[in-house]
């Protein structure tokens, strides 16, 4: 997945600032068109806020959608707050078509089909396999020639009924005797019969002698099929040799194409899983036990109207951390001094690794801490604030640069 990837995602440019109904009775232009309802935290079966961007809980059901453009409709904005869209789109930047994996899955498409073409194409009519006969191995004719009894089984891949010659190749001094020759085959069916190659005892080098059989039809196929005749001096063989090629060389190789695709894949996924800090979340079955706690802050957050504004960048007196600096407002945007503010932070590709911290007060409403953050990368930052009683939670996800940037 990349920035041009189809995601749900909520326009921020569109939303931003977000108001609810009762602060726009006093100035609706200084908002964007989310009014805060919580309708899209709510209706998501993962309980995250896609308000927040880009989240690996996402399982694009896009209940969200629903629930938000029913809001829209109510208070008569467009609908498409929340919506099928990419991070690029979000950002404003122009979309391309044609990158790199939307010329290579074609491609790739391309030469899997082109496999498969070529093997359908280069099947022969007919398959044809040499057995060696039941019984001895072979047997003597008189005094000085040897017979051997050959089966041929031939398998007729056509649409019509084809009849096979069968005939001797390159072997003068060999007799063929054949019952049935041609031997004809109904299409689609197989068909086996018996021959006899006879030959003179002193042609066997070993107990051995190599022949050639060729098997033709009226219709254009042909095909030669080695076999080695057995003789006088030669020992037991297999009864059973097939000496015809493999005809599914194509078929296989597409078939082993894809299974190299299969293991590419699963040594990525192990690659990825390797890194015991993979998961967002430590404990995904505590999350749920604490849902209603949960819920009940977000309501209260709500309740409160605070305003949570974080930014982090490189430290320049401390190598390797960033600062990150909070504006802490209320509803009516004066500033909360005095507050007691932590923060804990963690790189999405390692959020084993937590970092935790307090702010401190370095002018009214404003608190700021020093983390050793120096991972590039999205970042989330849990803040929880506390002043007069009242505890309000945020939390941000930001793609951080902290390589070759300025403080």
């Known amino acids: 997945m990349d920035k041009q990837s189809l995601i749900v995602g909520y326009d921020p440019a569109r939303g931003e600032r977000r108001g609810t109904v009762t602060d726009r009775k006093k100035n609706e232009d200084a908002f964007g068109d989310c009014i805060d309802c919580f309708a899209c ?6 309980g995250i806020d896609i308000r927040d961007g880009l989240q690996m809980e996402c399982i694009h059901c896009t209940q969200c959608i629903d629930a938000c453009d029913e809001i829209m409709d109510k208070i008569e904005k467009p ?24 010329m290579a899955y074609p491609m790739v498409l391309l030469v899997v089909l082109g496999f498969l073409t070529a093997s359908i194409a280069s099947q022969k009519g007919a398959d044809v396999t040499v057995l060696r006969g039941l019984g001895a191995p072979f047997s003597m ?39 049935q020759n041609p031997l004809v085959v109904p299409a ?41 005749l057995l003789g006088p001096g030669s020992s ?3 009864a059973v040799r ?6 599914w060389f194509w078929p296989g190789l597409v078939v082993g194409l894809l299974a190299l695709s299969v293991a590419i894949n699963l040594v990525a996924m192990l690659v990825a899983t390797d890194d015991p800090s993979h998961a967002i979340e430590a404990d995904y079955y505590e999350k749920a036990l604490a849902w209603d706690e949960a819920m009940a802050q977000e309501r209260h957050n709500g309740a409160l109207g605070w305003r949570l504004k974080a930014d982090v960048f490189p430290s320049a007196s401390q190598a390797g951390s960033a600062n990150v600096i909070v504006a802490l407002s209320d509803r009516g945007d004066g500033p909360i001094a ?25 002018e009214p409403g404003r608190y700021a801490a020093a983390l050793p953050m120096h991972r590039d990368g999205w970042w989330e930052l849990r803040f929880r604030v506390e002043s007069g009683g009242d505890v309000f939670t945020d939390v941000k996800t930001m793609d951080l640069r902290f390589t070759g ?3």
């Open 41 to 46: 935290v709510r209706t998501c079966p993962t």
């Open 188 to 228: 689609g069916a197989s068909a086996e019969t018996s021959v006899f190659v006879v030959v003179a005892a002193t042609s066997f080098t070993a107990g051995e002698r190599p022949i050639e059989f060729e098997i033709e039809d009226d219709k254009g196929f042909e095909g030669e099929y080695a076999y080695k």
């Open 405 to 407: 940037a300025a403080p």
């Open 141 to 179: 004719v008189g005094e000085d020639r040897v017979s051997n009894q050959i089966r041929i089984k031939i398998v007729n891949r056509t649409s019509g009924e084809r009849a096979y010659r069968i005939e001797l190749e390159n072997a003068p001094d060999a007799e063929l005797i054949a019952p």
């Open 79 to 102: 609908r498409g707050l929340i919506r099928y869209t990419s991070q690029d789109e979000l950002a404003r930047a122009n979309r391309r078509f044609l990158r790199g994996r939307t």
């Open 236 to 238: 037991w063989r297999p």
């Open 338 to 362: 005095g507050a007691s503010v932590t923060v804990e932070t963690f790189h999405n590709a390692r959020a084993g690794k937590i970092l935790a911290g307090a702010l401190k007060e370095t």
């Open 242 to 247: 097939h000496i015809q090629k493999a005809p």
